[in-house]
């Protein structure tokens, strides 16, 4: 229910959004719907409340309520609303139904960022205590990792140990550190998920590469940046700049995880290390011959799906068709691609959410994108796109498997100089 | 009622600027879309007038009459800036007022019936307030008002019983704050479109630094923020 009290509270929150070019956002819609068919939801499904500008317009009538002048003395003229109990569960289902991909602002005349928009509608959620739960509670998780890391640190390094067994089968090489962690003055930290899948394989890139590395303590994902917490954003980021920092690092690798890319090299401001992508550190390797891969030892027609947030929105878009083109002659583009490309739908925790017919059902421009191109395998360089892309592979029976990058240079890889 | 109307177009636009000037910048380093383009300045200027985006098959009438408005609006611009006083530049193409021959009247008017009529279709029938009906007939009224003084003038057999020298006579008062409504003008059978088309423009001017047309300025500051 939302009283006085906490609509006073949503508006603090709602009036802690409104950075410069937030206001340009809200200012500047037409709504002339030219962004409808850039969404991948209402490409799939076409319903009202999936295009950008209606979802943009949920949060708009709110602003024009209570911070535009015309707003508060003609409200019909815009439609501006009340925040009640019914808009609330509106900025929900468009906030929680967005992936926050912008591919919507390719399209937008007025370059209008949807997600930007939809972070004020997280914002207000949390602030009504109807975010998803279970976002809040991983961010929360992370957070709280970053607080107190020697109640983690033995069991994390453990846990490492543990997998530097599959690293040596991959690089079947000798040193004293396979997976090293703490090593101060290292040029490269690198910043895994949690998972064997995003360690195992790059530590073998890495140590094949020569390279002075260093593994994280934490994890990449910013489930801060999910949920639309600003605060936990920031603060999950801090842990892995902080121990960068006291590492003396050169360069911030962020493993496949769009999100997290984007968020510690756009968001979270200035810092005094380089942030790359994995996939432009591999391609760097390649190029300068630190690595070589054994090309077509994958068989099978090969396409690639840029993420989002890397792309797009991160800026990685040439090198990972670098790297595919070293380990294969079999490579086909999807239609369209690079920054044009389709989103795959489980971006911004959607994969982490119970929408598994939401996500099947506005998966279909994704699935019906691969299928066009005839190939067997989808590479991509992101952990939610692939959850959702292998979800889509299996609901859809396409048959299609889904394939990290680093995973396929990996197993590619020539060992011995 | 037309210096308060200039006044507060003048003023709600300086404030609307000034408050979005005293907001926070965001922390983040950029908020742009990639790749990055080597022409910033290139990109948003394409983006914001030939809308690149928009060149799909589907939204091509769209995208011509989007063009066909936004051309019609700079020549009656023009237009009307050439009924204040002759301006060489604009006449380097010896034309009779206004250029175009009265064509950007009526492409204005097709213009803003497409936009009109497109709105009466699901969804973008869903998408839209009343605002933006009301803005489009107060446009087209408008219009059809400043077209015909222009087609009269222009076309009519019998000539039109306003002379250009009568609107320069009326403009340059208002210009010099001492503002006189010439005899030709307060004695014609017609003023009663002229005082029409100002009303209605006036209304225009007090209404858009409230209203989504503002778009026409923040376009260049939301686009800047992609491609920066």
């Known amino acids: 229910m939302v009283d006085k009290e906490k609509k006073k509270k949503l508006l603090d929150l709602f009036r802690s959004k409104l950075d410069k070019p937030m206001q340009y956002y809200l200012e500047t819609c037409s709504r002339c719907g030219l962004c409808k068919d850039a969404c991948f939801a209402y490409a ?59 591919r919507c602002m390719m399209y937008c005349p007025f370059g209008i960022d949807t997600q930007a928009i939809q972070s004020i509608a997280k914002l207000l959620l949390i602030g009504n205590q109807s975010e998803p739960e279970v976002l809040s509670m991983l961010a929360d998780a992370s957070v709280e990792k970053g607080k107190s890391l020697d109640l983690f640190k033995e069991s994390f390094i453990q846990g490492i140990r543990n997998l530097e067994k599959d690293v040596i089968a991959k690089w079947k090489g000798e040193s004293n550190q396979i997976i090293p962690l703490d090593v101060e003055g290292a040029n490269i930290i690198y910043v895994a998920l949690a998972g064997a899948h995003s360690i195992v394989p790059t530590a073998s890139i890495f140590n094949v590469a020569k390279e002075n ?20 954003t920031q603060l999950i980021a801090k842990r892995i700049i902080d121990e960068a920092i006291r590492l003396k690092v050169k360069e911030v690798v962020i493993c496949e995880c769009g999100t997290a890319f984007r968020v510690m090299k756009n968001l979270v401001g200035k810092q005094p290390f380089k942030v790359s992508h994995i996939a432009e550190v591999v391609a760097r390797y390649l190029r300068e011959g630190r690595i070589r891969v054994e090309k077509d030892r994958i068989k099978g027609l090969i396409t690639y799906h840029d993420p989002c947030q890397s792309a797009r929105n991160g800026g990685v878009i ?16 999807m239609t369209p691609n690079r920054e044009y490309n389709w989103c795959c739908g489980g971006g911004a925790g959607l994969v982490a959410l119970e929408n598994e017919d939401f996500r099947e059902k506005t998966g279909k421009i994704k699935v019906e994108q691969i299928k066009t191109t005839g190939a067997s395998i989808v590479s991509t360089g992101c952990e939610n796109c692939h959850t959702q892309l292998g979800f889509l592979s299996e609901r859809y029976h396409s048959g299609v498997k889904v394939e990290f990058l680093t995973n396929m240079v990996a197993n590619s890889l020539i060992l011995g100089s | 009622m037309l210096y308060t109307a200039i006044l507060i177009f003048i003023i709600g636009i300086i404030l609307l600027l000034i408050r979005i000037g005293l907001a926070p910048t965001p922390k983040a380093i950029t908020l742009r879309v990639y790749p990055e383009k080597r022409y910033k300045l290139l990109a948003m200027l394409s983006d914001i007038f030939l809308l690149p985006g928009v060149t799909r098959k589907k939204y091509l009438s769209y995208w011509v009459f989007f063009g066909l408005f936004h051309i019609a609006i700079f020549f009656l611009f023009l237009g009307h800036i050439e009924l204040i006083a002759d301006i060489k530049v604009i006449q380097l193409v010896k034309h009779k007022i206004f250029l175009g021959k009265g064509l950007m009247g009526l492409l204005l008017i097709v213009s803003l019936f497409f936009f009109l009529f497109r709105r009466f279709r699901s969804p973008y029938r869903e998408l839209s307030v009343p605002e933006d009906f009301i803005l489009i007939l107060g446009l087209l009224v408008t219009a059809f008002f400043g077209s015909h003084l222009n087609l009269a003038t222009l076309y009519s057999s019998h000539g039109f019983d306003i002379p250009l020298e009568a609107y320069r006579t009326y403009l340059g008062s208002i210009i010099r704050f001492r503002p006189t409504i010439p005899d030709e003008i307060s004695g014609s059978p017609h003023q009663v479109i002229l005082v029409m088309h100002i009303l209605l423009a006036n209304i225009f001017f007090i209404y858009f630094p409230f209203s989504k047309v503002t778009h026409s300025i923040l376009t260049f500051f939301s686009n800047a923020v992609k491609r920066r």
């Not at chain 1, 707003?71 to 109990?85: C, M, N, R, S, V």
């Not at chain 1, 590395?213 to 936990?232: I, M, R």
């Not at chain 1, 040439?318 to 490579?331: D, K």
Request: charged residues 25%.
């Open chain 1, 44 to 102: 799939s499904i076409p319903k009202l409340e999936y295009i950008p500008s209606w979802r943009a317009e949920v949060v708009r009538r709110i602003y024009k309520r209570y911070f535009k002048w015309s707003g508060k003395l003609f409200p019909y003229w815009g439609e501006a609303t009340e925040i009640d109990d019914e808009v609330m569960k509106q900025l929900y289902e468009a906030a929680y139904t967005c992936t926050g991909c912008r």
């Open chain 1, 318 to 333: 040439e090198e990972p068709r670098y790297v595919i083109s070293q380990l294969t002659s079999h490579f086909v583009e």
């Open chain 1, 213 to 232: 590395w260093t593994l994280s303590f934490f994890e990449a994902v910013n489930f801060g940046a999910f949920v639309g917490d600003p605060t936990k």
